[in-house]
């Protein structure tokens, strides 16, 4: 069965106290691994895609990176706008996103 | 331009009344996704369509739960006979198609709370 685990469930960061976020994964073939912002009372908003092991993605103070058995997100330099929750997904068979629960993060000015 | 549009946001109901939750995706997505987020749990899947096809409905929840597709547009999701366990945000995504090149684009969700 598909599966997907995030850790930590909630991170708190001082402003530009750099970390990383961890996705792990099982599946059954990889088609693609997905990362997604959440902020409250919104929908999830695409950050990334990642297809390969070793394969990486940036975009402003974050940047994607997938091996074979897991996902990291790491934020540098944190701002408080970062502040949200974290979501990544793999694609199931059927071409849904299967999801994890999320990391929240909080980053206090 | 235009995101995915869900309505209504919010919607409080009475146990035991149906509900019909409305998604209108992004112009051109041929595939549509159904998702369930209650507070603490990550996304719950519950259906897609293909066009106005839903191949697999088993990740409805129960019986009372149906969707359907018209035009390759618009979606409904129905409720029958609401359960106070059926209050979650109910989520919405469309993707140009089921592809591994397609990111999913969410709704900001209807909020449903049953009473």
């Known amino acids: 069965e598909d599966q997907v685990t995030q850790s930590p469930e909630a991170l708190r960061l001082q402003e530009g106290e750099s970390s990383s976020l961890n996705c792990s994964y099982t599946v059954s073939g990889l088609r693609g691994l997905f990362w997604y912002r959440q902020d409250p009372g919104k929908g999830p908003e695409f950050l990334f895609t990642?297809?390969?092991a070793g394969e990486e993605k940036e975009k402003e103070r974050l940047k994607a990176t997938l091996t074979k058995k897991e996902s990291f997100l790491h934020i540098t330099a944190p701002k408080p706008e970062d502040s949200a929750t974290y979501l990544c997904a793999v694609k199931g068979s059927q071409g849904n996103l299967i999801f994890g629960k999320g990391t929240k993060l909080s980053v206090k000015p | 331009g235009a995101g995915v549009s869900q309505s209504p946001s919010n919607k409080v109901t009475e146990k035991g009344k149906d509900v019909e939750l409305r998604c209108d995706p992004i112009?051109?997505?041929?595939?549509l996704y159904w998702y369930r987020q209650s507070l603490g749990q990550g996304l719950e899947f519950l259906i897609y369509?293909?066009?106005?096809?839903?191949?697999?409905k088993s990740g409805l929840p129960s019986d009372r739960f149906s969707a359907e597709r018209t035009g390759g547009s618009v979606s409904t999701l129905t409720i029958q006979r609401t359960q106070q366990e059926d209050s979650a945000v109910y989520l919405c995504a469309s993707s140009l198609a089921l592809g591994q090149n397609s990111p999913l684009h969410f709704g900001n969700g209807t909020r449903l709370t049953v009473t």
């Open positions: 990642l297809y390969s």
């Open positions: 112009s051109g997505h041929t595939a």
């Open positions: 369509f293909q066009g106005n096809s839903a191949p697999d």
